[in-house]
């Protein structure tokens, strides 16, 4: 595709421009390639993303998905398409908790329209078409009798005859199809070892799926952009923890962030270790969503997003595009590859969803009571949320535990951020006796000084 097609929005910005955003996402993107390959992914959407024609632009996205090795199970609803079967009919629409009552004539229409929607999906899938995003997909589709269900009885005293909950998921059978590289579809039907039919819920379907599963993710595509918290803010980032408390505390979110939210904690508390909630009125969401650091919905994590850690030779290409910009204007001295390695041992990170976003060094002078705090940088973007804060305080337990009696730092352009936390200015004789001897006379850094008190 050329720079300049309007198609992708390039109309307005010059050429090598758009290619060099679109080179730095694209290198930006790869480390999720990198993870996401063999890993299983469950996308679950109602019938309405097939009904309103949003399946087509979904399909090309699967298809990239699918092409970079990510396995793929989809499960669609068809309520839009059994309401519409249900009222050409002229029958009773009923409704029990957001459960439609079965009975022997909804499950007529529940048949006909899983089928119709599944045979849809399916040929879109097998689209080949040259010129297009589908041009030599090659995808198989498989389909089948992998859940088995149960009824799910009577509800705030109404029986909901043909509705069910499933019971098991078929793990070995879907596996199998998985391994040879099929799309794997889940219709909202369950059957019965004594082959009676029930009629499913999709998210019921998709969270049983993920968990038996252990998909590595679980997407709802949703009406909704997310989940918001009480000032109309996307949260796009919720721990199981923080979810949990939302749905105890917070009842004023959209009808389907109320349905998709509840599985989400289910999902994330038995090891799907993300789960995701997205609009499925954006084009290119799940791409969006999957492929940038900030996602476009929310994501509920089985375990924290953010850790601080000690880092690791691993770390070390995160830890230089952290300092290389200061480096750069001269607020840290510059330091090799090399001897960053030397004194990996030596650094803290902040490690946000497998990206470095923060740093701290610690040298100690045991032999006069004292320590350096060194290269204490925190991303830009992440610069608002106390983590500056979070490192130094790290660094003074771990000198405290270590017999470290006072902390030292040098600086030329962060004085007040260290005043402003216990520390005060010293003269260049207060350094150790070492350091003293490392001085650098023509940057004249000042030196400030915190006593660490047990």
Not at 74 to 83: D, F, M, S, T, W
Not at 119 to 147: C, H, K, Q, T, Y
Not at 314 to 329: K, M, Q, S, Y
Not at 404 to 427: D, S
Request: aromatic share 6%; net charge negative.
């Amino acid at each position: 595709m050329s720079a300049k097609s309007p198609s992708i929005g390039a109309a307005f910005i010059r050429p090598e421009t758009f290619l060099d955003v679109f080179v730095q996402w694209f290198r930006s993107a790869t480390p999720y390639i990198h993870a996401f390959r063999g890993k299983t992914f469950v996308v679950a959407f109602g019938g309405e993303v097939v009904s309103e024609g949003q399946f087509i632009s979904l399909a090309h996205d699967l298809n990239l998905l699918n092409s970079l090795g990510v396995r793929l199970v989809l499960v669609h609803g068809a309520r839009p398409q059994v309401e519409e079967e249900l009222t050409e009919r002229g029958a009773r629409i009923q409704y029990v908790n957001n459960l439609r009552v079965t009975d022997p004539q909804a499950l007529t229409c529940v048949k006909e329209a899983a089928g119709l929607v599944r045979v849809e999906i399916e040929a879109l899938l097998s689209m080949g078409l040259a010129n297009s995003p589908m041009a030599g997909a090659d995808i198989r589709v498989a389909s089948g009798n992998f859940v088995t269900a149960k009824p799910m009885g009577v509800v705030n005293g109404v029986d909901l005859l043909h509705t069910g909950e499933v019971r098991k998921i078929d793990v070995t059978g879907i596996r199998r199809r998985l391994e040879q590289n099929d799309i794997v579809v889940l219709s909202p039907i369950g059957y019965s070892p004594t082959g009676e039919i029930f009629n499913l819920t999709v998210e019921d379907v998709a969270t049983s799926a993920a968990i038996a599963l252990d998909a590595e993710k679980l997407i709802f595509l949703m009406d909704a952009d997310g989940v918001r918290n009480k000032k109309g803010e996307l949260l796009r980032e919720l721990p199981l923890k923080e979810a949990r408390k939302l749905l105890k505390t917070d009842k004023g979110q959209p009808e389907d962030v109320n349905i998709f939210l509840p599985c989400a904690v289910r999902a994330c508390e038995n090891s799907v270790a993300r789960t995701h909630l997205i609009s499925r009125h954006t084009d290119g969401a799940l791409l969006m969503e999957l492929f940038t650091h900030d996602g476009i919905g929310t994501m509920v994590s089985e375990a924290p997003l953010e850790t601080l850690r000690q880092a690791s030779i691993d770390d070390v290409g995160g830890i230089l595009r952290l300092l290389e910009p200061l480096e750069a204007d001269g607020t840290l001295v510059r330091r090799s590859r090399e001897l960053l390695e030397m004194e990996i041992d030596r650094f803290f990170v902040l490690d946000h969803d497998g990206i470095i976003i923060g740093c701290a060094a610690l040298y100690p002078f045991p032999e006069e009571g004292a320590a350096e705090l060194a290269c204490l940088v925190v991303h830009p973007s992440y610069r608002d949320g106390g983590r500056g804060e979070d490192l130094l305080e790290h660094i003074e337990d771990i000198a405290k535990d270590s017999g470290i009696q006072r902390l030292f730092v040098l600086t030329t352009r962060t004085a007040h951020w260290f005043l402003e936390r216990g520390f005060t200015e010293a003269a260049v004789e207060a350094l150790p006796a070492k350091k003293r001897e490392l001085y650098n006379y023509q940057r004249r850094s000042k030196v400030f000084v915190k006593p660490l008190l047990r």
